[in-house]
């Protein structure tokens, strides 16, 4: 058997942490902690700092420049953060496992 090393640390590979805070851009609970760089599985924004909640319109360095209002915009209208994450966010009838808190905006 070859590969062992790749394993990451303790074996807790996959394990995932009970999520309970609100994703900023899609609203659904998806994230263990905030502001720890932390992807959400659902939209693929990375949560790199909750400034960015009262601060939308500021561009995110660990989104590439994205912006959070972006974001929400392209989530609404496309199903992920930005085109490019397209291929990697849960498929719409799984996101049925995380609750949903949508804000009035
Ligand atoms: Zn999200």
């Known amino acids: 058997m070859t590969g062992l090393g ?5 074996g807790r590979r996959r394990t995932r942490p009970e999520p309970h805070f609100v994703c900023p851009c899609c609203d659904y609970v998806t994230l263990s902690e905030r502001g720890r760089y932390l992807i959400c599985p659902i939209c693929f924004w990375e949560d790199e700092d909750v400034f960015y909640d009262t601060n939308p319109r500021e561009p995110s360095a660990a989104n590439h420049g994205l912006t959070l209002a972006e974001a929400r915009d392209n989530f609404k209208t496309i199903g992920a953060c930005e085109a490019a994450m397209l ?19």
């Open 6 to 10: 790749k394993r990451s640390k303790k």
């Open 87 to 105: 291929p990697h966010v849960l498929p719409e009838e799984d996101r049925a496992a995380y609750l949903n808190f949508p804000l009035d905006n």
